[in-house]
């Protein structure tokens, strides 16, 4: 059964998920060197929806910081986003439709950011700054705040949950 089920029909989500939680909590992996973006929105998400799925998916984000693996190109806090959003609406059956409901989050995701940034790539988002500097890093760490805080919101508002 997938996560998605599991917290519709049998209750296994909390009620009440705390938006600024999830965002100082996402910020704060990544301000304290412990993660960076994309493995800190996996995490946070893993961690205050009571997930059952195993650490092992944070490794599955590993790749994607500084826009995939250092490359400049999407950035990875829309890439763990859009992960995060997956260990709730993705598929794991060949042919499964649900795969349009998770492309359409997917999608949701990647345009909030598009609109507010008006770009995802890493390498312009960042162009004129120092990898690591504190420039760099304040701007990063508000991205992995922002994107957690809205992939909590369309989890919780496709599950007609409580945002607190």
Same mark, same amino acid.
Request: aromatic content about 6%.
């Given at each position: 059964?997938?996560?998605?089920?599991?917290?519709?029909?049998?209750?296994?989500?909390?009620?009440?998920?705390?938006?600024?939680?999830?965002?100082?909590? &996402?910020?704060?992996?990544?301000?304290?060197?412990?993660?960076?973006? $994309?493995? &800190?929105?996996?995490?946070?998400?893993?961690?205050?929806?009571?997930?059952?799925? @195993?650490?092992?998916?944070?490794?599955?984000?590993?790749? *994607?910081?500084?826009?995939?693996?250092?490359?400049?190109?999407?950035?990875?806090? %829309?890439?763990?986003?859009?992960?995060?959003?997956?260990? *709730?609406?993705?598929? !794991?059956?060949?042919?499964?439709?649900? %795969? &349009?409901?998770?492309? &359409?989050? $997917?999608?949701?995701?990647?345009?909030? *950011?598009?609109?507010?940034?008006?770009?995802?790539?890493?390498?312009?988002?960042?162009?004129?700054? !120092?990898?690591?500097? $504190?420039?760099?890093?304040?701007?990063?760490? @508000? *991205? !992995?705040?922002?994107?957690?805080?809205?992939?909590?919101?369309?989890?919780?508002?496709?599950?007609?949950?409580?945002?607190?």
């Amino acid at each position: 059964m997938q996560i998605y089920e599991l917290c519709k029909g049998e209750g296994t989500l909390k009620k009440e998920v705390n938006l600024d939680r999830i965002r100082t909590i &996402a910020e704060n992996y990544y301000r304290n060197g412990d993660f960076y973006c $994309s493995e &800190a929105i996996v995490k946070t998400i893993k961690d205050e929806f009571e997930l059952p799925v @195993s650490d092992e998916v944070i490794m599955m984000a590993s790749g *994607f910081p500084v826009g995939m693996g250092g490359s400049g190109c999407t950035c990875g806090a %829309v890439a763990g986003g859009i992960m995060a959003l997956g260990m *709730f609406f993705g598929r !794991t059956q060949a042919k499964d439709t649900k %795969v &349009a409901k998770t492309m &359409a989050l $997917s999608n949701e995701i990647h345009n909030i *950011f598009k609109q507010r940034h008006k770009n995802l790539c890493c390498r312009i988002l960042t162009k004129g700054m !120092t990898l690591g500097s $504190s420039e760099h890093m304040n701007q990063c760490i @508000s *991205f !992995t705040g922002e994107v957690a805080e809205e992939v909590a919101k369309i989890i919780m508002r496709e599950l007609n949950t409580q945002v607190k």
